[in-house]
T-cell receptor
Framework: DGGITQSPKYLFRKEGQNVTLSCEQN?????MYWYRQDPGQGLRLIYY???????QKGDIAEGYSVSREKKESFPLTVTSAQKNPTAFYLC?????????????FGPGTRLLVL | KNEVEQSPQNLTAQEGEFITINCSYS?????LHWLQQHPGGGIVSLFM???GKKKHGRLIATINIQEKHSSLHITASHPRDSAVYIC???????????FGKGTKLTVNP
């Protein structure tokens, strides 16, 4: 089955620690995205990548970093500079068929600070 | 003011009722998406609209570009429709989506 996998499902971070959230897709999509979801708020874009070896900051990139060394993989690192990392993190990709686009989402990773 | 506003925030219905969720936006868009988020957190794409109306099973989505408004309708609602429904718009020429805060729907048996 094609889709997006994220791991782990739950992640605990200690003060001053960097943690990396995994996102893998086997859909052969070029565009991939990381979103953060907080209670009562809409999804907010952290980083996105339209092609391998290229990525751009989204609306809330401070305290986060990404890489896109392979088409299938788009890991997100939450650095110690992110002072309020507790949130639900969603990875997504986009499929384009003519003028139709479809968004695909992973199951998410819930990050909690110890 | 948010660029994408959804109403209502919360909606409770009885099984079988006709449901309408609204989305208004204040920017020029090239596409509007309706998404469904289940209690576990996973999100599924329901529709992408750039004009007119689309139907899939009991779900119908409409968009009025002039009025900057879209509606998602659910006919013959069922408890399994209970979820958060999210509207998102792609601003013209942008790679980014702007999301509404979602409408939490609960359908009671």
């Amino acid at each position: 089955d094609g889709g997006i996998t994220q791991s782990p499902k739950y992640l605990f971070r200690k003060e001053g620690q960097n943690v990396t959230l995994s996102c893998e897709q086997n859909l052969n999509h070029d565009a991939m995205y990381w979103y953060r979801q907080d209670p009562g708020q809409g999804l907010r874009l952290i980083y996105y990548s339209q092609i391998v070896n290229d990525f751009q900051k989204g609306d809330i990139a401070e305290g986060y970093s990404v890489s896109r060394e392979k088409k299938e993989s788009f890991p997100l690192t939450v650095t110690s500079a992110q002072k309020n990392p507790t949130a639900f993190y969603l990875c997504a990709s986009r499929a384009l068929h003519g003028d139709q686009e479809t968004q695909y989402f992973g199951p998410g990773t819930r990050l909690l600070v110890l | 003011k948010n660029e994408v506003e959804q109403s209502p925030q919360n909606l409770t219905a009885q099984e079988g009722e006709f449901i309408t969720i609204n989305c208004s936006y204040s920017v020029g868009i090239s596409a509007l998406h309706w998404l469904q988020q289940h209690p576990g957190g996973g999100i599924v794409s329901l529709f992408m609209l750039s004009s007119g109306k689309k139907k899939h099973g009991r779900l119908i989505a409409t968009i009025n570009i002039q009025e900057k408004h879209s509606s998602l309708h659910i006919t013959a609602s069922h408890p399994r429709d209970s979820a958060v429904y999210i509207c998102a718009v792609r601003k013209g020429g942008s790679e980014k989506l702007v999301f509404g805060k979602g409408t939490k729907l609960t359908v009671n048996p």
